[in-house]
């Protein structure tokens, strides 16, 4: 199941940018963060995408939703300037930005390459 974030749980699941200067991915799972609005055409069509994704990687990874309109602190943080951006965040290392609406093959081989999942 996909779950929306706001700067409280961003700050648990993902980074504590109040407590950390260097990036600390504090998650147990590598993640997936859709920066996406309700008004957006393409993050429409990202959103059953990433909704059938997140049932076949269930306990590999995890998909996060961040609305951009709601949440304009963790958005200027990443520096999203369109949507849908898409952050993934490996366990160990630096997240990656991909921005616009990816296809589903597009995703799967991110996770391969990125978090070594399958």
Partial sequence: MIEHLTTDTFKEKVFN?????????????PCVIDFYADWCGPCKMV?????????????????YKVDTEDQRELSAMFG?????????????GQPQMAQGALPK????????????VE
């Fill in 17 to 29: 940018f109040e407590e950390n200067k260097e990036w600390k991915f504090e998650g147990d799972l």
């Fill in 47 to 63: 959103a059953p995408v990433l909704e059938e994704l997140s049932a076949e990687y269930n306990g590999k990874l995890n998909i």
């Fill in 80 to 92: 999203v300037q369109s949507i849908p951006s898409i952050l993934f965040v490996p366990k160990d």
């Fill in 105 to 116: 093959d597009s995703f799967k081989q991110a996770f391969k390459d990125v978090f070594s």
